[in-house]
């Protein structure tokens, strides 16, 4: 197939940084998401994106323009009909994404490619809600999308192989790393990293060290180019959450039990970044 059009459903955290790399790429997206703000603000912070490129000269001005032309934003799921592949990058949560699933398969033709971007969730399961379940696959993007070279390509039990190795293409076209993972929570990546980035907020919370001196430790002891607890805060205290809580029931091992303290931030709305205020507070 020759991929050119693409679709991208969420435009929150992830959803705006896939728009952003896939457009400057030079595929045709269109972004969709519930909500016409989060649209918006997705807009916006690809525009900074471009900016700071064009600051740092790596980026020319007519690049930016262009890039952005090739991005439509929608709020309606029929938008996507002409879609080659679907890159799912909704909110973390099993029951709306076999929803959304559905109304994405419901809508492109079924040699359509539909990729997740779950962080946690069982790519088998998730396929298993589409028609045409060999043509999904997981695509597991990291966060600043723009800035991370990695993608971790997930297959579930039914991704045919000529799924896989569309998805180790784009992942070339995107300049990006691909490596390729197996179906368990967390694949490679997170399965190691969110039990190390819970053991921190553990340690904030039994009062050891202040979440500075945390992440100080951890980047200055470990070479961390970010501490875990403002990785937290990047990551988003939500999603995060609902990463351990798939660990959790995904392997029933009490070891991957989500901080009481991280449940409590959650529930007072302190989410990250993405609020203002999670660890630590954002201007
Ligand atoms: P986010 O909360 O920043 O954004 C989610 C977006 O999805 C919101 O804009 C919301 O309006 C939209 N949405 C909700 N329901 C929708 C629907 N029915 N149709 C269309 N859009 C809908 O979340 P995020 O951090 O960008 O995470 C998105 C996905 O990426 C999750 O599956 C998460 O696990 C995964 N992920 C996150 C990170 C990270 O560091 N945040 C890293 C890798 C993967």
Known sequence: MNLHTLGVIGAGTMGNGIAQVCALAGFEVTLLDISAGALEKALATIGKNLDRQIVKQTLAEEQKHSALARIRTSTDYASLADAQLVIEAATENLD????????????????CVIASNTSSLSITQLAASVNAPE?????????????????????????????????????????????????????VVNRILVPMINEAILVFQEGLASAEDIDAGMRLGCNQPIGPLALADLIGLDTLLAILEA?????????????????????????GRKTGRGFHVYG
């Not at 709306?96 to 040699?111: E, F, N």
């Not at 995904?250 to 959650?266: Q, T, W």
């Open 247 to 271: 660990f959790y029931d995904g392997f029933n091992d009490s070891k991957y039990r989500p901080a009481p303290l991280l449940k409590e931030m959650v529930a007072a709305g302190y989410l």
């Open 96 to 111: 709306l994404k076999l929803r959304l699933l559905q109304q994405i398969a419901g809508v492109v033709g079924t040699d």
């Open 135 to 187: 043509r999904f696959i997981g695509l597991h993007f990291f966060n600043p999308v723009p800035m991370m070279g990695l993608i971790e390509v997930i297959r579930g039990l039914q991704t045919s192989d000529a799924t896989h190795a569309l998805a180790m293409d784009l992942a070339q076209r995107l300049g990006k790393t691909a490596i390729t993972a197996g179906n368990r929570p967390g694949f």
